[in-house]
């Protein structure tokens, strides 16, 4: 039994978009991801998926992609990327609904595995692409869903936490930020997050061990679409 992590498949089985200008990494990168899961990924185990699963815009175009994800082997736990635009954060427990027994969606609540409580939002780094004062307000409502999640496992009771974000838990040249302030007050063992593409952008955040933090990269293409294992 083990616990793995990867992001970023970015799948485009209904739309036409491709991945290829981030390198030759991304060619027939899904039949990579289908290859590795069923040489690494048994049954019993649970992959957590770091967000941006799908190009579709809206959830009639991601249900090919989606039903890519949910044929891959274990249980799968979907966390919301950047461009998940089909999963609207507040209709999680929709998703939850209709998905039921096949896929698991991460967003103000919590999954478990073994004796860790699996916690995570989105996130938020600055990217330049926008106001200061945006990222702000988004920031808050990361925080305050990250938050939420915490609290949800705590009152079941669990005292051992696996932090997931999409983004980044900083934003560049950042040596702290509310995300690694968050993990390091809550003694969480490791934060997996994913996003950056690209060699150039692989150390945009933290690697290793950080104030007693062990921090984890786990972009598909940075992986070379091979699952992290995080636990066994
Ligand atoms: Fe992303």
């Avoid at 793995?4 to 498949?9: R, S, T």
């Avoid at 089985?13 to 899961?37: P, T, Y």
Wanted: with cysteine; proline share 3%; glycine share 8%.
């Amino acid at each position: 039994m083990a616990l793995w992590a990867i992001g970023d498949f970015h799948l485009a089985s209904q739309v036409d978009k491709s991945m290829d200008r981030f390198g030759l990494v991304w060619h027939h990168h899904e039949d990579k991801i289908w290859k590795n899961f069923h040489a690494m990924v048994k049954l019993e185990d649970t992959t957590v998926i770091t967000g941006d699963h799908s190009w579709g815009h809206k959830l009639h175009e991601c249900e090919q992609d989606l039903l890519f994800i949910e044929n891959l082997p274990g249980r799968k736990i979907l966390l919301r990327g950047n461009h998940d635009t089909f999963w609207n954060a507040n209709k999680t427990p929709r998703l939850n609904e209709r998905f039921q027994g096949r896929l698991e969606f991460l967003q103000n609540n919590f999954y478990s595995y073994k004796d860790y409580a699996l916690v995570g939002t989105k996130g938020i780094c600055y990217e330049g692409r926008d106001s200061y004062e945006h990222f702000e307000k988004l920031l808050e409502r990361e925080i305050k869903r990250l938050k939420l999640s915490f609290a949800k496992a705590k009152e079941a009771g669990y005292e051992k936490f696996l932090m997931f974000l999409h983004y980044p838990p900083t934003s560049l040249g950042e040596e702290e930020s509310p995300f690694t302030r968050i993990a390091e007050e809550n003694g969480v063992e490791q934060v997996i997050y994913s996003h950056c593409h690209g060699a150039a952008r692989f150390d945009d955040s933290f690697h290793g061990e950080v104030r007693g933090v062990t921090y984890h990269l786990v972009s598909g293409d940075y992986l070379n679409f091979k699952p992290l294992k995080i636990l066994d």
